[in-house]
């Protein structure tokens, strides 16, 4: 089973700042096979970025994917209040198909 | 616009079976083009994917539950199902029936759209 490993747990960050979460496999996942979503509370996730780098229909150029093998990263590149939510990695490469454990992203 | 809505008890006893279905309005479940996955939170938890279906009957399991979940798909309600036996607290979790894109013609894309969710819980 591929573990993926998000950093940082919480990041808490102002209106207009750039956001960094990391995801890190335990094997290297091909490019075309991770996805990010996003959940805010109470709600279902939604998916913002497939093929690690492609953005989902509807989600806004601030939000980018990137990153190959072991290590990829989502970037919120201006942060807003409505973005404060739970990010979860996902890789569907290999079966299982496995989540991430989630970046939380606070607005101060 | 597609929508996928959840449905079945909310409280399970202890050693019993979970039934839940999903109905799906807006695509049809024998779409050639996506799978039908379900996916669990416990509170406070992460995601954890259980099982995902495509209308020809073929499936893909997560080991660590394939022992325990039973899956179908009814065409004519343009719904599927999970039954999962046995629960233990450790099943009270949020479950999520969603639709799984693919990348090469098999179940294995991400999940493009979710149903809301419905909270199971476990308990005597």
């Known amino acids: 089973e591929i573990v993926l490993t998000q950093s940082p747990g919480t990041l808490s960050l102002s209106p207009g700042e750039r956001a960094t979460l990391s995801c890190r496999a335990s094997?290297?996942?091909?490019?075309?096979?991770l996805a990010w979503y996003q959940q805010k509370p109470g709600q279902a996730p939604r998916l913002l970025i497939y093929?690690?780098?492609s953005r989902a229909t509807g989600i806004p150029d601030r939000f980018s994917g990137s990153g190959s093998g072991t290590d990829f990263t989502l970037t919120i590149s201006r942060l807003e209040p409505e973005d404060s939510a739970v990010f979860y990695c996902?890789?569907?490469?290999?079966?299982?198909?496995?989540f991430g454990q989630g970046t939380r992203v606070e607005i101060k | 616009q597609l929508q996928l809505q959840e449905s079945g008890p909310g409280l399970v006893k202890p050693s019993e079976t979970l039934s839940l279905t999903c109905t799906v309005s807006?695509?049809?479940?024998?779409?050639?083009?996506?799978?039908w996955g379900w996916i669990r939170q416990p509170p406070g938890k992460g995601l954890e994917w259980i099982v995902t279906?495509?209308?020809?009957?073929?499936?893909y399991y997560n080991p660590s539950l394939k022992s325990r979940v039973t899956k179908s798909l009814d065409t004519s309600k343009n719904q599927f199902s999970l039954k999962l036996s046995s629960v233990t607290a450790a099943d009270t979790a949020v479950y999520y029936c969603?639709?799984?894109?693919?990348?090469?013609?098999?179940?294995?894309?991400?999940?493009?759209?979710w149903g809301q969710g419905t909270l199971v819980t476990v308990s005597s």
């Open positions: 969603a639709r799984q894109t693919m990348v090469r013609g098999v179940g294995d894309g991400p999940f493009d759209s």
């Open positions: 807006g695509a049809s479940v024998t779409s050639d083009s996506y799978y």
């Open positions: 279906v495509y209308y020809t009957g073929s499936t």
């Open positions: 094997q290297s996942v091909s490019s075309s096979y």
């Open positions: 093929g690690a780098s």
């Open positions: 996902q890789q569907y490469v290999t079966l299982p198909w496995t």
